[in-house]
């Protein structure tokens, strides 16, 4: 015989406990709800403060742009600041190299008549441009007597390098001037200061050297008119 099993039967939940069960329900869905506004809540204040920080990064991106601006402003007037200072330098420059031009001439000749040359005419800032050859030469004074001519180059600071360049200048001084052909050209440099080395080598090449002399007045150096460069 099949013996019959008794199915258990699930028990009903009495009305109050219904009511607690879904006042528990509604608290749980109350404290989602809470959690869920909680949650929204750090995110409006994440995206105010992201917010907040984009328009830091426009303002920091604008302070720099107006800074760079500046920066390029103050370049331009540092630019311009340097050109008017060095235009300055050069007229400075300029009008000091006339101003010694003007007091060499009369020395210039006195001084070579002391040495026995019969200098009896003297061209300040002489300059000529042969077209053909373009060709031109800028010579400070030109002294010249009936045999020889002697080209001076005046220099309120002089160098080695000052002196290499006039002597190269004024190899093609016949060139240019066929006029002077049948003189003999003597070179001289006259200086208020000499580089160290320069005025050692200044008689090297076989230049006349003037120079201010202690008593502060120019004076020019004792020569061996052996070794003078003659062109």
């Known amino acids: 015989m099949k013996t019959l099993t008794k199915k258990a039967v699930k028990r009903v939940p009495s009305w109050d406990e219904l009511k607690e069960m879904f006042r528990e329900t509604d608290r749980k869905f109350q404290e989602t709800d809470r959690k869920f506004q909680e949650t929204d809540r750090k995110f409006q204040e994440t995206d105010r403060k992201f ?11 604008l302070q720099m742009l107006e800074t760079e601006k500046k920066m390029q402003k103050t370049d331009e007037q540092v630019k311009e ?31 070579f008549q002391e040495r026995g040359y019969n200098i009896n005419r003297c061209w300040k800032n002489f300059n000529k441009y042969v077209k053909d050859l373009d060709k031109r030469l800028e010579v400070d004074l030109l002294l010249l007597d009936d045999e020889i001519a002697i080209i001076v180059e005046v220099k309120t600071n002089c160098t080695c390098k000052n002196i290499d360049h006039f002597v190269s200048q004024m190899q093609s001084f016949k060139e240019v001037c066929p006029e002077y052909a049948d003189k003999k050209i003597l070179l001289a440099i006259a200086a208020i200061n000499y580089d160290r080395e320069a005025l050692q080598y200044a008689h090297k090449q076989g230049l006349f050297v003037i120079r201010v002399s202690n ?8 020569t061996d008119g052996d070794k003078l460069l003659t062109l």
């Open 215 to 222: 008593d502060n007045v120019f004076s020019l150096d004792p």
């Open 81 to 111: 600041t340097c050109k008017k200072l060095s235009e300055l330098a050069n007229s400075f420059t300029s009008q000091t190299g006339h101003i010694i031009e003007g007091l060499m001439e009369p020395s210039a000749m006195r001084m």
């Open 51 to 61: 917010q907040e920080t984009d328009k830091r990064f426009q303002e920091t991106n």
